[in-house]
């Protein structure tokens, strides 16, 4: 039997964070790309990068949100190609960590699409003229 990894410990790290940026979201835009964010800050934790590297990923052609599958997340090939990335998505509770985030990501998501018409009288109530 093999070992299975588990960071949970970094989820629950980055679990304020990411509640904040959703609660905050006011565009499904926005909450696609929180969840990018949210995502590379979790790999850059789970590979143990320092505080001046940075994991070279971009939105969306690398983390992004997925309506249409089970998973409610995709990966790009750039991730997909990291070896420890993809050995952690074998071997680790990784792909669980990133399907809570997407299903969280996907609730504000619909949640904002509903209620477009208050989200745009919103930001153009901003806009100063």
Do not use: C, W
């Amino acid at each position: 039997m093999t070992e299975r990894l588990s960071f949970t410990k970094y989820e629950n790290e980055i679990l304020p964070t990411f509640r904040d940026r959703m609660n905050k979201a006011e565009s499904t835009e926005d909450v696609r790309k929180f969840y990018f964010y949210t995502v590379k800050e979790l790999l850059e934790k789970i590979l143990e990068l320092g505080e001046d590297e940075e994991l070279d990923i971009s939105y969306p052609e690398d983390v992004d949100l997925d309506l249409n599958s089970d998973t409610n997340f995709k990966l790009g090939e750039k991730i997909l190609q990291n070896q420890k990335i993809k050995e952690y998505l074998e071997n680790s509770d990784l792909p669980d960590i990133l399907q809570r985030l997407a299903e969280s990501a996907i609730k504000r998501y619909v949640h904002l699409e509903k209620h477009r018409e208050r989200t745009e009288s919103k930001i153009r109530s901003e806009i100063p003229y």
